[in-house]
């Protein structure tokens, strides 16, 4: 038998776990009056030469471009350091995306007693200095459907003004 053991438990595919995760983070910011599509491209570039970029979700009016992010801690409640390396490319992606855009990681939130954190406050604490000023984290609890935010600069939950 073929197995993957780098398949979420009781899930389809990876690739359906995060297009779900995709529609919660859209669901969320609709509530808030934010209509965001997803595959969303902006140019983004260092110099003066750009490339598109698909962010999972965003928006023209009001400029919002999202990652969403529904990773969790190893079985083994260890530093999944495959995944942090993506959040740490999706920061370098908020940093090259055009100013004036809202920049936000939208991730699940999952607590490790092990460690005693979220992954999402692990990742703040540990790389911090590779977070965009201007970037703000959500955290999605799947127990309760509620959405906070971690980093503390960020702007209050469902400010729509963009």
């Not at 140019?43 to 928006?59: A, E």
Request: aromatic residues 12%.
């Amino acid at each position: 038998m073929d197995t993957n053991n780098f398949q979420r438990i009781g899930s389809v595919s990876n690739a359906h776990v995060g297009r779900d995760f995709e529609l919660v983070a859209k669901k969320y910011f609709q509530q808030h009056g934010i209509m965001l599509v997803a595959n969303y491209a902006v140019p983004v570039g260092v110099g003066s030469q750009k490339k598109n970029h698909q962010f999972d979700l965003g928006s023209a009016e009001p400029p919002v471009v999202v990652e969403c992010k529904s990773h969790r801690w190893t079985t083994g409640g260890n530093i999944p350091s495959a995944k942090i390396t993506v959040w740490n490319e999706a920061m370098y992606y908020f940093h090259l995306a055009p100013h004036g855009y809202r920049k936000v990681l939208f991730v699940l939130r999952d607590f490790s007693q092990k460690r005693g954190s979220s992954l999402a406050e692990y990742y703040l604490r540990n790389y911090g200095h590779l977070i965009p000023n201007d970037v703000e984290i959500f955290e999605y609890d799947e127990e309760t459907g509620d959405v906070g935010t971690i980093l503390p600069s960020a702007k209050p939950v469902g400010l729509a003004d963009g």
